[in-house]
């Protein structure tokens, strides 16, 4: 059993910044993947960013060069700083990691950015 929490979602204006946090726990012997994705209201949940093992990183267009993803592999846990955020970010963020033989998710939590 493989548990992901989240943390870190907040209300904040726009212009400003978020860190959230995701820490992996349990049966565990090794993470792979691990990412951010997004699910607005009314919309499909849609990819964020991710980042292997080894540090490479791909980001959504939307996001790119305001938010950078990290991972702490000792920890297995991942981050994902958010700046210059705007309006549009509003989402539910959901934790993803790859624990072989299977994937998990995490319960979310909520990032609202007002105008």
């Known amino acids: 059993q493989v548990r992901l929490v989240e943390s870190g979602g907040d209300l904040v204006q726009a212009g400003g910044s978020l860190r959230l946090s995701c820490a992996a726990s349990?049966?565990?012997?090794?993470?792979?993947?691990m990412g951010w994705y997004r699910q607005a209201p009314g919309k499909q949940r849609e990819l964020v960013a991710t980042i292997t093992r080894g540090g490479r990183t791909n980001y959504a267009d939307s996001v790119k060069g305001r938010f950078t993803i990290s991972r702490d592999n000792a920890k297995n846990s991942v981050y994902l700083q958010m700046n210059s955020l705007k309006p549009e970010d509003t989402a539910v963020y959901y934790c993803n990691a790859e624990v072989p033989p299977s994937a998990y998710w995490g319960q979310g939590t909520q990032v609202t950015v007002s105008s």
């Open positions: 349990g049966s565990i012997s090794v993470v792979f993947g």
